[in-house]
């Protein structure tokens, strides 16, 4: 028996010794440069940051079954190891004493290849081309607390240009080396008139993605199947598709002389698109590309920033060290794109190891369809805009949930749960998400009529009163108010984001205890059908010599069906081929609820800040299209403010309901405790830091009652 144990172990030993499978990893790093971040700026005890940018190399085993999720790899071309390669852009802060730093790598999903980590967490961090640059720490609240950042690209469709984060992958191939090819269907919306698109144009993708190409720019002559693009328009998402007649547009760019250049990846309507219209083109394309080697370039360079020494070249790690954990944060987009990392089970790596181990999705309600052929990840999911796109197949809850309308049983975590890699979750939302992105679903069962509690290891954040992302200030004093009836919502996610990042280090670093978590719900009445919405009258005023339209409720949500997209449509996975469009709507509806408010139209339940505690308006999750604009629909990822009156005899006079400013707050001094008092509250739930909210109790009682948000 002996021998035979000392036999057995040997022919382990040998069995490790031996050449192992090739692995899916991160191959090489190529650093371009190393350099003083933000012109060397220091930040508190933790000091300067460095900045390092370059390129990650990776590969992927189209033949390992955790990478069966990836659609069409096995149709990507392969280097002499059967790999299939990519390379993703990667930007790095680290501090440059990395002793100071806080033991958190924390990696950023970018929103359409924007740098999008310091906005949600630091004061005054400028446009978006000074986010992309890193040109601004703002305040440098990351900075201070010591997290090394991540940056990389993941959208392998996102076009390079103002420093957006890229990523190469390959396009997929039959296997006799023909084009692939099947249906695309393109929705184009203009803020101003123009004659040309690109083809993948949109609300949310502009210019600045790269476009599926038709297989034909000849859109007059069908193909040898018969199919023939078609293009439509209709003034909102319910209306009647209006068909353009093939003769009046082509697919190409218009020129000055009144031609069509021909071109396929863009589209000319000579007579020019116009705002407020949905214009819905269906085309033949070619060539995809292999987009979901996205969740593998997540998934490996979390690996190997964390884990690895070196490279296969020898060259180190620039961010290694032992003990770190490795957190991954994703804004809107973004959020979905964590979401899908997860039910597709890519927390795992090919050798069974952790990727990431916590998640912060904010605002990130639904799923990514970004591992599907001819994928639009920067689509999304509006109740007038994008509508139709596949960003809300169940599940939708982190926990395993039955679903009635599809027969399926899932949940988000299904996969990772199974193998032990789920991390710890903070699932960060704004009353926008209830409204419009149908986030009570994650709340609920899908009939909306049972509340239904989240994992053990999930904690979900509703941020009372806010939009999608706060409007800059200031806010327009004059209608038209951008594309919207009312003022957009500024109320802000910095306070609470800070807060619950900083609980989120603590737990996954430290073991602490999360904060309770805070959502409404059916069982308090805090989350209701819109019907049973409580919503006051609020009438049009002038405060503040801003003439704005009456604010009215209409009882709205986004609604919900199961779609058909072809039977090459996988909706338990997001994945596949879809041979559909536009998608048929299959029987039943999920049951979508929103906040219910008090006598001020804010919403009870969920984190209330200091802003929405100690209110100086009305503040909503949703806002409407103006005229000309989708009218009354909602206004996308947009939410209201009304200011109360400044005086009783204002209110009055206008016929407002909503108590004043000089009733609400007597004295500045009233004001002032009134904020302190919020500010203490917010504190002890753990959703306010002390260092905030000091800050925000001394601007009271240096600067008096807020007249403007």
């Known amino acids: 028996m002996i021998r035979r144990s000392i036999a057995a172990a040997m022919l382990v030993a040998c069995a490790l010794s031996a050449p192992q499978p090739a692995k899916a990893k991160i191959t090489r790093i190529e650093i371009a440069r190393t350099e003083p971040a933000f012109g060397g700026q220091s930040f508190s005890a933790v000091g300067p940051y460095e900045r390092i940018t370059g390129k990650a190399f990776g590969e992927v085993d189209p033949k390992n079954p955790a990478n069966a999720r990836i659609q069409d790899l096995a149709l990507a071309p392969r280097n002499a190891r059967g790999m299939v390669e990519y390379t993703t852009d990667i930007d790095i802060l680290r501090p440059k004493d990395e002793s100071k730093g806080n033991g958190i790598l924390l990696f950023n999903i970018p929103n359409r290849g924007n740098k999008g980590l310091l906005q949600p967490f630091n004061l005054d961090t400028g446009t978006v081309a000074e986010m992309n640059a890193l040109a601004k720490p703002g305040d440098g609240f990351l900075q201070r607390q010591g997290y090394s950042m991540v940056w990389f690209g993941w959208q392998a469709d996102v076009l390079p240009g103002n420093n957006r984060m890229t990523m190469q992958a390959p396009a997929a191939r039959n296997p006799d080396g023909s084009p692939i090819t099947g249906l695309v269907r393109a929705e184009f919306v203009v803020m101003e008139a123009a004659k040309t698109q690109n083809l993948s144009s949109g609300w949310f993708t502009g210019m600045t993605h790269d476009s599926y190409p038709t297989v034909s720019t000849d859109n007059r002559t069908p193909l040898p199947d018969g199919f023939l693009p078609t293009l439509t328009a209709r003034a909102r998402e319910n209306a009647p598709r209006m068909p353009v007649p093939n003769s009046e547009w082509g697919f190409g ?23 407020g ?74 050798a069974g190891r952790k990727a990431y181990d916590a998640a912060l999705p904010h605002i990130g309600g639904g799923l990514m369809p970004l591992s599907l052929r001819f994928a639009q990840p920067g689509r999304a999911w509006g109740q007038q805009i994008d509508h139709l796109y596949p960003a809300y197949d169940f599940p939708f809850n982190y926990a395993r949930v039955q679903d009635p309308l599809t027969g399926r049983r899932q949940g988000i975590l299904d996969r990772c749960r199974r193998d032990g890699t789920c991390p710890l979750i903070f699932h960060a939302a704004t009353a ?24 053990a290891n999930v904690r979900t954040y509703i941020m009372a009163s806010t939009q999608h992302s706060p409007t800059p200030l200031p806010l327009p004093t004059a209608a038209p108010f951008g594309q919207c009836q009312q003022q957009a919502n500024p109320n802000p996610h910095n306070w609470t984001m800070r807060a619950l990042l900083t609980a989120l280090t603590s737990w996954v670093r430290d073991g602490i205890a999360p904060p309770t978590p805070a959502m409404p719900r059916i069982a308090d009445g805090t989350l209701v059908t819109p019907d049973l919405v409580r919503f006051p009258t609020i009438p049009a005023n002038s405060y503040g010599n801003v003439v704005r339209p009456a604010l009215r409720y209409l009882g709205a949500t986004n609604p919900l069906h199961p779609l058909d997209f072809g039977k090459g449509y996988n909706a338990a996975d997001g994945m596949g081929v879809i041979s559909v469009e536009p998608p048929r709507t299959k029987p039943g509806s999920y049951g979508v609820l929103v906040p219910q408010v008090d006598a001020d139209g804010i919403d009870l339940a969920g984190i209330k800040n200091v802003v929405t505690a100690v209110p100086i308006g009305t503040y909503t999750g949703w806002n409407l299209f103006r005229k000309e604009r989708f009218e009354d629909g909602f206004c996308i990822f947009q939410g209201s403010f009304v200011p109360f009156a400044r005086t009783r005899q204002e209110r009055l006079d206008t016929g407002d309901p909503r108590l004043s400013i000089e009733e609400r707050y007597p004295t500045p001094q009233a004001y002032a405790e009134t904020v302190k008092t919020a500010a203490d509250a917010l504190v002890a739930k753990r959703y306010l830091l002390p260092e905030d909210a000091a800050l925000l109790t001394e601007k009271a009682r240096s600067e008096g009652i807020r007249l403007a948000p």
């Open 253 to 275: 760019s218009c020129a000055a002389d009144g031609t069509i250049k021909p071109d396929a990846k863009a589209i000319c309507l000579p007579a020019g698109f116009q705002p």
């Open 277 to 350: 219209r949905l214009y819905e083109l269906i085309y033949r394309a070619k060539d995809p590309t292999v987009l979901g080697l996205g969740y593998a370039a997540a998934r490996d360079l979390a690996v190997f920033l964390r884990d690895a020494k070196a490279d296969e070249a020898g060259t180190l790690n620039p961010i290694g060290r032992r003990g770190q954990k490795a957190m991954v944060m994703g804004t809107s987009q973004s959020g979905r794109f964590i979401r899908s990392f997860l039910q597709l089970g890519f927390n795992r790596d090919e």
């Open 432 to 455: 926008l998400e209830m409204w419009e992105a149908r986030q009570s679903l994650g709340l609920t069962d899908p009939l909306g009529l049972h509340d239904i509690p989240d994992p």
